[in-house]
């Protein structure tokens, strides 16, 4: 079984930052593909980031590309850990966001992947 915990959402004032953190516990381990969602409450889930297996790939939602950028920590002795650094951002960023994770899909960066496992959720918020 795996457990992704998030962390690291607040609220801060447009043109800031945050950096969000995904832990992977239990089975989760660097086979996995991960990604970032966001969902605000009576929308669809958007997905914002997907990383590749080895975190050499990404790929992110238009509205995000240039000032979102999603990385993973992959070392054999620490636990599986992917980020998402969130800079320059806007009210429109504002949402809960989730991270999710599968051991299935031949392309981790495919949207039509299947994700399994996710978190908690983290909330974002941005006011202007």
């Known amino acids: 079984e795996v457990l992704l915990v998030e962390s690291g959402g607040g609220s801060v004032q447009a043109g800031g930052s945050l950096k969000l953190a995904c832990v992977a516990a239990g089975d989760g381990d660097s086979r996995m593909c991960m990604a970032w969602f966001r969902q605000v409450s009576g929308e669809e889930r958007e997905r914002v980031a997907a990383?590749?297996?080895?975190?050499?790939?990404?790929?992110?939602?238009s509205s995000v590309k240039g000032r979102f950028a999603m990385s993973r920590n992959n070392a054999r002795n620490a636990v599986n850990t992917v980020y998402l650094q969130m800079d320059d951002l806007k009210p429109d960023d504002s949402a809960m966001y989730y991270c999710a994770a599968t051991f299935s899909g031949l392309n981790c960066l495919a949207e039509t992947v299947h994700y399994e496992y996710w978190g908690q959720g983290t909330q974002v918020t941005v006011s202007s």
């Open positions: 990383i590749s297996r080895r975190g050499g790939t990404t790929d992110y939602a």
